[in-house]
């Protein structure tokens, strides 16, 4: 909760720097980097030039989640990551933002049904912003699943909740 | 004259400015939510084991200074030798009496056995290798017992 979130109505002056607050939100999404399976190789083609995700102003891959807001898990998050993945989402600073990339981080994936090691969807530790589906989604796609993440960010605000 | 300083007062305080418009405007806007695992260390998702401030060998400090020797040799004779015509014998001897000081100085850590990696590793030159050791200590001990059973025995007797 920051000062300023909560505490007025919704009137001109709070929808004017709820635009500008989400401008600069959406528009300089830098994500944690870290893959966690196969779906990391086409989260790193979408960095390279070819896709490239500075389009979008997330090519900055922070090493340190202390600089990042946004988490894309990409790939298969055995129960021995789970614990790690959470950890890393605990310690990102505010506001922060989760991807669900390829159908083992959405559901589990092929390890849905058989598996005794694989955590069946990522929003069993992490609250999820976007599923991305696939196996592995293309780069396009988790450049369509940026950009319903940035279409959520622009619809926040921090006018009183229920006005 | 003084008023050309103008133009740098006026960065400075346009500097203020925006260092700190940038750490209110910030403070306004972000969310603050504080939690233990935030301000805990980041070992990549690891729960961190140990203190960050380790010890470490001191030889690193030595290392170091061995090269402030030289570094201060080099900033010092290149300039030297640029204007060494214009300067003659003087200088020539001036460098010399440097060069001669610092050369002491390298002189008392070879001697002192600093330019070695491992310190002082010299006066083991002679010393029995691991499974040696073991073998003359078991000598030793052997030898003890035996030095004791005799005076045992000369005691009996």
Redesign the interface.
């Known amino acids: 909760m920051s000062l300023i979130e909560n505490r007025f109505d919704k009137n001109f002056i709070v929808t004017s720097a709820d635009f500008f607050i989400n401008w600069g939100r959406a528009n300089s999404l830098w994500p944690v980097s870290f893959g966690l399976a196969c779906c990391a190789i086409e989260m790193m083609a979408t960095g390279m030039a070819r896709y490239d995700i500075a389009r979008f102003g997330a090519e900055a891959f922070r090493p340190s989640p202390r600089q990042a807001d946004l988490m894309i898990v990409a790939g298969t998050i055995s129960h021995k990551m789970a614990s790690r993945v959470k950890l890393i989402y605990d310690q990102m600073s505010e506001p922060k933002y989760v991807m669900a990339m390829g159908s083992c981080a959405c559901s589990g994936g092929p390890f849905v049904k058989h598996s005794y090691s694989v955590l069946k969807g990522a929003d069993l530790i992490i609250p999820v912003d976007v599923y991305i589906p696939g196996c592995p989604p293309r780069p396009e796609a988790l450049l369509d699943g940026l950009m319903k993440l940035q279409k959520l960010i622009r619809k926040k605000s921090i006018a009183k909740a229920g006005k | 004259m003084l008023f050309d300083f103008a133009a740098v007062l006026v960065f400075i305080v346009i500097s203020i400015f925006f260092i700190f418009g940038t750490l209110v405007f910030s ?7 504080p ?1 233990a ?2 301000s ?1 260390t ?1 070992e ?4 961190p084991a140990g203190d960050a401030w380790i010890k470490f060998n001191i030889h690193f400090y030595v290392i170091a200074l061995i090269f402030i020797i030289f570094e201060v040799e080099i900033l010092v004779l290149f300039p030297w030798a640029v204007v060494f015509k214009e300067l003659g014998m003087t200088a020539f001897i001036e460098m010399l009496v440097f060069v001669g000081i610092l050369a002491l100085g390298l002189a008392y850590l070879w001697k002192k056995g600093d330019l070695d990696w491992v310190k002082g590793t010299d006066y083991m030159k002679d010393a029995p290798m691991p499974s040696d050791a073991g073998r003359s200590a078991r000598e030793h001990r052997s030898e003890e017992k035996s030095a004791k059973g005799g005076s045992a025995s000369g005691g009996k007797d």
């Open positions: 403070w306004i806007v972000r969310p603050s939510k939690s695992a935030k805990s980041y990549c998702g690891e729960i």
